[in-house]
């Protein structure tokens, strides 16, 4: 509404080859949270909901606890909280990428340094 009635009463020219500008605190905060972070956080949701609920009755399958006993159980709650978050940390197969590039970037001075000493005797193993 605040930048309707700021253009209502000042009109500004423009075309299609100049880039499109705004300030973002004409747009109230609540905007903002129901257009970017409310699909996301029901993707989040929904699918930390049918892999919890999958789980269960495998665990029912498994071991004859049904749902409640399952929720009423110290494992129970474990499980329930490890589906929550590794659903927020694997929000999509690109996140499964990224965590293997981190692993490959934090193991590679390891690897690194035991390729310097290929066919080199260590001084730990010659002394023993």
């Given at each position: 509404m605040a930048r309707r009635k700021l253009?209502?009463?000042?009109?500004?020219?423009?075309?299609?080859?100049?880039p499109v500008l705004f300030d973002t605190s004409e747009i109230p905060w609540w905007a903002w949270v129901r257009r970017f972070h409310l699909p996301e956080a029901e993707k989040l949701n929904g699918r930390a909901a049918m892999v919890g609920y999958f789980m269960a009755l495998v665990v029912d399958q498994l071991t004859g606890y049904g749902l409640l006993d399952q929720q009423n159980?110290?494992?129970?709650?474990?499980?329930?909280?490890?589906?929550?978050?590794?659903?927020?940390?694997?929000?999509?197969?690109?996140?499964?990428?990224?965590y293997k590039n981190l692993l490959d970037e934090a193991t590679f001075y390891d690897r690194q340094w035991n390729a310097t000493w290929d066919g080199v005797p260590r001084p730990s193993e010659t002394e023993q």
């Open positions: 253009l209502e009463e000042s009109p500004i020219p423009s075309t299609n080859e100049e159980s110290f494992l129970g709650k474990v499980l329930l909280h490890l589906t929550v978050f590794a659903v927020l940390l694997v929000r999509s197969t690109a996140d499964l990428e990224r």
